[in-house]
């Protein structure tokens, strides 16, 4: 299969790129996603429709980093880092998180 030439957003643009400004700072929850992808922006919206604190990591698809990695070992988003429980633990799966966040 041949590369195809498309062009994905490595990084938020735009009003993204101001709410990811304000998710900078550490917290309890580490939300670690890729803005273009439509998972992301699911778990994303619900965070900010209920107004949870969380940390936002911007991921580029292509240089998986290490902290991702130790969440989800195929490096897959979005994944939830959970420091706020007493023996820390991660999240994968868009409605797994979702799920998680109801309670």
Request: aromatic share 12%; glycine share 4%; with cysteine.
């Amino acid at each position: 299969m041949s590369d195809s030439g498309k062009q994905y957003h490595k990084e938020c643009t735009g009003l993204a790129l101001e709410l990811v400004k304000k998710r900078t700072e550490p917290k309890d929850i580490t939300l670690f996603g890729s803005c273009f992808c439509p998972y992301v922006q699911r778990v994303w919206a619900a965070f900010e429709y209920l107004q949870i604190p969380y940390q936002y990591y911007e991921v580029d698809p292509y240089k998986k980093p290490k902290d991702l990695l130790e969440l989800s070992p195929k490096g897959l988003v979005p994944a939830l880092r959970l420091d706020n429980v007493r023996t820390p633990k991660a999240l994968n799966e868009s409605t797994v998180i979702l799920e998680y966040i109801n309670e």
